[in-house]
């Protein structure tokens, strides 16, 4: 059984900074051969693509609302997927999500593998 926990969202003021995690664990779940995503929904709103980050970290692709203020990162050996989120906005307000998938294509029309529970971030204006 693979699993993906996301943490790290709580409240915060317009402004500042959050940083999410993903974890996965699951005995046949090699992280390293995954692509990973970020996602979030916002209430009432369809769930939306923030970035994706490959197997390796060595390529990436953010949303544009997102480009220069989140950065997406990963670390294989601790089977951890990061989203550094700067200068957050009331509209950055939602459900966030992790996913998996073989390959970075797929997450970028939200094809995954597997789905994190997700974490909730509140910004207040």
């Known amino acids: 059984q693979v699993t993906l926990v996301e943490s790290g969202g709580g409240l915060v003021r317009s402004g500042g900074s959050l940083r999410l995690s993903c974890e996965a664990s699951?005995?046949?779940?090699?992280?390293?051969?995954?692509?990973m995503g970020w996602y979030r929904q916002a209430p009432g709103k369809l769930r939306v693509r923030v970035g994706v980050?490959?197997?390796?970290?060595?390529?990436?692709w953010y949303v544009g609302s997102v480009k220069g203020k989140f950065i997406i990162s990963r670390d294989n050996a601790q089977r951890t997927v990061y989203l550094q989120m700067e200068s957050q906005k009331h509209e950055d307000t939602a459900t966030y999500y992790c996913?998996?998938?073989?390959?970075?294509?797929?997450?970028?029309?939200?094809?995954?593998?597997?789905w994190g529970q997700g974490t909730q971030v509140t910004v207040s204006s």
């Open positions: 996913a998996a998938a073989q390959n970075m294509s797929r997450l970028q029309v939200e094809i995954a593998d597997y």
């Open positions: 980050i490959s197997w390796s970290g060595g390529e990436t």
């Open positions: 699951g005995r046949t779940f090699t992280f390293s051969q995954y692509a």
